[in-house]
DNA sequence: CTCTCGTGTTATGTATACAAGAACGCTTGA
DNA sequence: TCAAGCGTTCTTGTATACATAACACGAGAG
C-alpha cells in the first residue's frame, strides 16, 4: 500500500501481520468480530486481500472462521490453553536440549547476551522491555537448537500465546523468578546437560501455563461479573 | 459442486482435500506447478476458492506459494525432512508419554485393538493395510494423550510426512520391526512407564526418520541422474 | 404478553473482469 | 551462429459485481 517494501508480496504480508499485531496486543479481543468490509475499507484495499489475510491467521489459529458467519478473533478455553503450554513447554525443551548438544560459538554469545539484557531489564523493573528481551531470549534457544523447522514451529506456537503471555507479567515477582529460571536453562545449555536443560525449559513453561490459567479463569470470572 | 454434503463449506473443505490428497498419495508430485486456472477447470470452479484452497496448503506447508509466480508442491530437503521427523519424533513421545499418565478404559481398549489390527495385517503382509492401520495406530496414541491440541498438531505434522512414510514401507523388513517398536510403546503405555513410553514413541519415529532421508538422499541422486 | 413465522437487510462466498508482472520467444545485430 | 533487447502472451493479484445464506426486526396469532 505504502510502498514502505519493493516485494511484490508486501502488502499481504503488512496487512496480516497488521491484523495480528491488533491480536496479539490486545486491541482487538478474543471473540470480537472482524468485518471483512470494515478492514478492507481501514486498509484501502479490497475484500480478496482481506479475505486471504483473515485466511492464513485461520490457519495460524490466532481467528476462527465459521463457514457463512464471519471470523472472530479465536476465544481460547482455559483447557485448550493449559494444553497448548503443555505443548510449548515440550517444544521449549527440545530446543533446549539439542542445543545444549549442538550449541556454536555463535549461538552461545548470543545466548549470553540475551539473558544478561533480559537481567538488565528485569534490574531497570521495566516490565515492557523484559517482555520483549524475554521474547528474544526464547527465539535464540530457538535457533541454538540448529533445527529450523522446530524453530519455526515454536516461533508459530510462542506468536500464539503471546496475548496471554503479555498478562501474565503483571504477576508480581513473576519476573525475578522468570529470570532465575533463565538462569538454570543457560547454565544447564553451556555445560552439555541436555536433560537437565531440558526439564528447566520445560519446567519454565509449565510454570507459566499454570499461572495462565489461573489467570484466565479470573478474567474469565470478571467477563461474567461485568 | 456436485451435493455431496449439505454442509455449506463442503465444497471448500472437498477442494483442498483433493488436491492434499493428490499431493499426499503422489500423484502430485514435489516442485509440480499448480495452475489455477486448470485446477478451476479441473473442479469446476473459478479461481477464487482455488486460490483459497491453495493458501491454506501453503499454510499446513503443502505447497509452496512465490509472490508472482504460482504455487508449487512443496520440495522438501532431505535436511528439512530429518528436522521434520526430530520435531514428530518428540511429539509422539510426548503423546505416548501422556497417555501412559492419563489413560482411559476406552484409550486403552482402542489400542490395543489398533496394536492387534497392525500385526494382523503385517500377518497377512497386506502392506496397504498395514501403512492404513499404522496410521490408527498412531492417532489413537494422539488422542490417548488426552491433549486435543497436542493431537492436532501431531496429525497435522504426520499428515505432512505422510508421503514420506508412504516410501518407507518398501523397506525390507520395516514392518516387522515396525510392530515390535509398537509392542514396546504399548507396554510401556499400559504400565505407566512414561520414560520408557516416551523413549520408545521416539525411537520409532527417528528411526523412521533416518531411513527416509536415505530414500531421499538417493532419490534426489536418481533425480538429477535423469 | 410471548412466541413464532416471514420478510428485509447485511455479510459472506463465488464468479468475472481488469491490471500488472514474469516467462517465453522472436527479431535483429554483430 | 549466438547473444541481447524487445514485445507478446500467459499467469497471478486485485477489484467489483452478483448470488445466497444468516440474522434481526416486526407483525400477527395464541
Redesign the pocket.
Known amino acids: 500500500m505504502r510502498g514502505d517494501n519493493p516485494n511484490?508480496?508486501s502488502?499481504?504480508v503488512t496487512l496480516r501481520d497488521a491484523v495480528e499485531t491488533e491480536i496479539v496486543t490486545g486491541a482487538l479481543k478474543a471473540g470480537e468480530?472482524?468485518?471483512?468490509?470494515q478492514l478492507a475499507a481501514r486498509f484501502?484495499?479490497?475484500?480478496?486481500?482481506v479475505?486471504?489475510a483473515l485466511h492464513q491467521l485461520a490457519a495460524s489459529g490466532l481467528i476462527e472462521?465459521r463457514?457463512?458467519?464471519?471470523?472472530v478473533v479465536a476465544q481460547v478455553s482455559p483447557d485448550r490453553l493449559v494444553e497448548m503450554f503443555e505443548v510449548m513447554a515440550e517444544l521449549e525443551g527440545m530446543c533446549a536440549r539439542l542445543a545444549s548438544r549442538r550449541l556454536s560459538d555463535q549461538d552461545k554469545e548470543a545466548l549470553l547476551l540475551a539473558h544478561r539484557k533480559c537481567q538488565e531489564a528485569a534490574h531497570h523493573g521495566d516490565a515492557d522491555k523484559y517482555y520483549y528481551e524475554n521474547e528474544r531470549f526464547h527465539h535464540v534457544v530457538y535457533r541454538a537448537s540448529r533445527n529450523q523447522f522446530l524453530a519455526a514451529e515454536a516461533i508459530r506456537l510462542h506468536n500464539r500465546l503471546k496475548p496471554y503471555r503479555r498478562l501474565q507479567l503483571r504477576i508480581r515477582g513473576r519476573i525475578t523468578t522468570s529470570i532465575a529460571e533463565h538462569e538454570q536453562i543457560v547454565t544447564a545449555i553451556l555445560d552439555g546437560q541436555g536433560a537437565a536443560a531440558q526439564e528447566h525449559a520445560r519446567a519454565h513453561i509449565v510454570i507459566q501455563g499454570e499461572r495462565f490459567a489461573d489467570l484466565m479463569a479470573s478474567l474469565n470470572h470478571l467477563d461474567e461479573v461485568s
Open positions: 511484490s508480496k502488502r499481504a468480530r472482524l468485518d471483512e468490509v484501502g484495499v479490497s475484500r480478496t486481500p479475505r486471504e472462521m463457514p457463512r458467519r464471519g471470523a
